[in-house]
């Protein structure tokens, strides 16, 4: 069986970051599992926030190299993943195999090829800060989701890349641009800065209402890997998660 399809109706070729996850790819998958900003910072978060999922269905919105979709399909989920980066999409079948429904798409395009109300969760790591406009992709999780199911994002907080970029405007929403260090070497990408009220009320117009917010401090392993970096979160925080329901 393959589960491997392309609904994207032609992904956006300026999709933020496209290029850059696709070079990232190989590395991402290689190390996401111990990468301690991801295995010991947001993983914990957000798989705190995550509902009981077995027996349910789930979307994994941005799925990079399919962690949560593993996590997910191993806690009784029937799960379909999306992104909207080639080599992400074959590092997610190369950790999952044909066990979930896996589809190239751009979270920027409607999901026409989900059906209304056929979702119980739509869980979406790191992926929505690559958006500009929320309405859309926001207003698409309410229509795939069911009476009463439950997002789960994590995105930048808007604290940390206000201040770390050294913005002028926090009340704007802008592109920024980023360098990461890989084995590879350095890999430019983009990604959107909005307000924490921008935030909210994007989920809020879009039919939710939010059950729970996070700024969690990072855990003892990332205290062990990263000291430094550690304290540093203690102080200032990396990132925000959210769960809100479907209204």
């Not at 941005?62 to 962690?67: F, S």
């Not at 800060?129 to 930048?156: A, M, P, T």
Request: net charge neutral; proline share 5%; glycine share 4%.
């Amino acid at each position: 069986m393959n589960n491997i399809s392309d609904k994207n109706q032609e992904v956006n070729k300026e999709a933020i970051s496209l290029n850059s996850y696709e070079q990232m790819a190989e590395y991402y998958f290689k190390d996401v599992d111990t990468k301690p900003y991801n295995a010991y910072y947001e993983r914990p978060a957000t798989v705190s926030l995550i509902p009981k999922v077995k027996g349910k269905k789930v979307l994994d919105a941005g799925c990079a190299a399919g962690w949560y979709t593993k996590y997910l399909l191993e806690k009784g989920a029937a799960v379909t993943a999306l992104d909207f980066s080639p080599q992400m999409i074959e590092m997610t079948k190369k950790r999952v195999g044909d066990s979930a429904k896996i589809i190239r798409a751009d979270l920027n395009e409607p999901l026409s090829f989900i059906h209304d109300q056929s979702m119980d969760v739509v869980l979406s790591s790191l992926a929505l800060h690559y958006i500009e406009n929320w309405d859309g992709v926001l207003g698409e999780f309410n229509r795939v989701l069911k009476k009463e199911g439950q997002i789960i994002i994590s995105v930048h907080h808007p604290f940390m890349d206000f201040t770390v970029f050294n913005r002028e405007n926090y009340f704007l929403t802008e592109l920024l641009d980023d360098e990461w260090d890989t084995p590879s070497g350095k890999v430019k990408l983009q990604f959107y800065r909005r307000p924490l009220s921008k935030i909210i009320m994007s989920i809020i117009d879009s039919g939710f209402t939010i059950e729970k917010l996070l700024e969690p401090m990072p855990t003892e392993e990332f205290k062990n890997k990263l000291p430094d970096a550690y304290h540093r979160l203690t102080k200032k925080p990396q990132f925000l998660f959210i769960r809100a329901r479907k209204n």
